[in-house]
């Protein structure tokens, strides 16, 4: 993704680690690192409170690998998110901005809450990319990954357009060989945002009320936590002046725009 589009957590820094702060969390989970953006400062985060950070990943940048094997409050778990999430304890926070499809996210908060559960802590969430274009539109890095009831028809080579429902050949916002969309967006059971939202609902018939803010910026981040945690009332305030804010909402339209635009262009000048 070219530099011109920024699109990394790191945008949204100062209110996680706010956040993170207020509800004293000291061991994090990190799915999905890249480059270590986020991590690094989740790493002097913790290194700050004696804490540790897990970042789970597949296939990070090695210069993440080499930097996280060096830091003595980093363990680099290199595996997708659901085969390993069972085996941690003790989650005061997690950070999820991996595989950003409906199945993976709606398992790993399911799976993630489960563990807080046993281990009697609340949940506390930041997941990034809940708005366009995969709040409604699956995207796989790995779609074998997915099982075959929860997988869309996909495409690698085409992209998403804003206001568009099908994915457009050579096109658009598109990841190449790197990852895949659904072709179509919208429907049951498709889209991160889709994956909250049913996660959410499901969580709710037993009784439980999470509280969930969109901060409508950079892809979108979602801040989704337990209504009752002793921290909940601070968290709330904190983010509640970006929760569905309009002026935010206008200018990421209008990033958005400019940078379909700038991908026109190029796709015109390698014609
Ligand atoms: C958008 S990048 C993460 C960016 C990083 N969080 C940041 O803010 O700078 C997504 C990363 O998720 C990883 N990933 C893909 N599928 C995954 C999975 N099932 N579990 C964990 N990580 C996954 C990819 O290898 C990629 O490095």
Same mark, same amino acid.
């Given at each position: 993704?070219?530099?011109?589009?920024?699109?990394?957590? =790191?945008?949204?820094?100062?209110?996680?680690?706010?956040?993170?702060? &207020?509800?004293?969390?000291?061991?994090?989970?990190?799915?999905? +690192?890249?480059?270590?953006?986020?991590? /690094?400062?989740? +790493?002097?985060?913790?290194?700050?409170?004696?804490?540790?950070? =897990?970042?789970?990943?597949? $296939?990070?940048?090695?210069?993440?690998?080499?930097?996280?094997?060096?830091?003595?409050?980093?363990?680099?778990? $290199?595996?997708?998110?659901?085969?390993?999430? %069972?085996?941690?304890?003790?989650?005061?926070?997690?950070?999820? %901005?991996?595989? /950003?499809?409906?199945?993976?996210?709606?398992?790993?908060?399911?799976? $993630?809450?489960?563990?807080?559960?046993?281990?009697?802590?609340?949940?506390?969430?930041?997941? /990034?990319?809940?708005?366009?274009?995969? +709040?409604?539109?699956?995207?796989?890095?790995?779609?074998?990954?997915? #099982?075959?009831?929860?997988? /869309? #028809?996909?495409?690698?080579?085409?992209? $998403?357009?804003? %206001?568009?429902?099908?994915?457009?050949?050579?096109?658009?916002?598109?990841?190449?060989?790197?990852?895949?969309?659904?072709?179509?967006?919208?429907? #049951?059971?498709?889209?991160?945002?889709?994956?909250?939202?049913?996660?959410?609902?499901?969580?709710?018939?037993?009784?439980?009320?999470?509280?969930?803010?969109?901060? #409508?910026?950079?892809?979108?981040?979602?801040?989704?936590?337990?209504?009752?945690?002793?921290?909940?009332?601070?968290?709330?305030?904190?983010?509640?002046?970006?929760?569905?804010?309009?002026?935010? +909402?206008?200018?990421?339209?209008?990033?958005?725009?400019?940078? &379909?635009?700038?991908?026109?262009?190029?796709?015109?000048?390698?014609?």
């Amino acid at each position: 993704m070219s530099n011109l589009l920024i699109h990394s957590m =790191t945008e949204f820094s100062d209110l996680i680690l706010g956040s993170l702060k &207020l509800s004293g969390a000291r061991r994090i989970v990190e799915i999905g +690192a890249e480059f270590g953006g986020m991590s /690094h400062m989740l +790493a002097d985060f913790v290194a700050d409170v004696d804490g540790h950070l =897990t970042s789970i990943d597949p $296939a990070p940048a090695p210069e993440f690998v080499e930097w996280a094997a060096q830091s003595a409050f980093v363990t680099h778990v $290199a595996a997708p998110s659901l085969e390993v999430i %069972d085996t941690l304890s003790n989650v005061d926070a997690w950070l999820i %901005d991996g595989d /950003h499809n409906y199945f993976t996210v709606y398992n790993e908060l399911l799976a $993630a809450d489960a563990l807080c559960q046993r281990d009697g802590k609340p949940l506390l969430t930041f997941l /990034h990319d809940v708005s366009w274009p995969t +709040a409604r539109r699956d995207m796989y890095y790995a779609p074998r990954r997915i #099982p075959k009831a929860f997988r /869309h #028809p996909h495409e690698f080579g085409a992209g $998403a357009m804003l %206001d568009r429902v099908a994915l457009v050949p050579g096109q658009g916002f598109r990841g190449e060989q790197a990852w895949a969309m659904a072709s179509v967006s919208g429907g #049951p059971r498709n889209g991160v945002l889709t994956a909250v939202e049913d996660f959410i609902a499901d969580v709710g018939k037993t009784g439980r009320v999470l509280a969930f803010a969109r901060i #409508p910026a950079v892809f979108g981040l979602g801040v989704l936590f337990d209504s009752d945690a002793p921290w909940s009332g601070a968290i709330a305030e904190r983010v509640a002046p970006f929760h569905e804010n309009p002026l935010l +909402a206008s200018l990421e339209l209008n990033r958005l725009r400019n940078y &379909l635009k700038v991908i026109e262009w190029q796709d015109a000048a390698a014609c």
